[in-house]
Nanobody, 125 residues
Framework: QVQLVESGGGLVQAGGSLRLSCAASGRPFSRYTMGWFRQAPGKEREFVAV????????SYGDSVKGRFTISRDNAKNTGYLQMNSLKPEDTAVYYC??????????????????WGQGTQVTVSS
């Protein structure tokens, strides 16, 4: 199993940037595909980005494409989500998640077996 802990959330003005981190412990991080999801009040959990175990392959949700960048450092057992040009509609709790790399990439929350506790991102207008 792997345990995930997010950090880096906070309050930022529209147009600003934040970098979220996801620290993994337990089994080697390289065993897992990592994804980021977000959930705003009253809305379903939304796919944000996913990165393969090696970091060679990434994919993004349409609403963040071109503004957010997902990355990982397996040596540090940490994943990242760099968020630029933030908008008020990006306000949500952001979660990192992981699933076995044997299952490829994943775009649905149901694919992921392991979740962090979430970190709040609030973008003011």
């Amino acid at each position: 199993q792997v345990q995930l802990v997010e950090s880096g959330g906070g309050l930022v003005q529209a147009g600003g940037s934040l970098r979220l981190s996801c620290a993994a412990s337990g089994r080697p991080f390289s065993r897992y595909t990592m994804g980021w999801f977000r959930q705003a009040p009253g809305k379903e959990r939304e796919f944000v980005a996913v990165i393969s175990w090696s970091g060679d392959s990434t994919s993004y949700g349409d609403s963040v494409k071109g503004r957010f960048t997902i990355s990982r450092d397996n040596a540090k057992n940490t994943g990242y989500l760099q968020m630029n040009s933030l908008k008020p509609e990006d306000t949500a709790v952001y979660y990192c998640a992981a699933h076995s790399r044997d299952y490829g990439m994943g775009y649905s929350p149901t694919r992921y077996a392991y979740w962090g506790q979430g970190t709040q991102v609030t973008v003011s207008s």
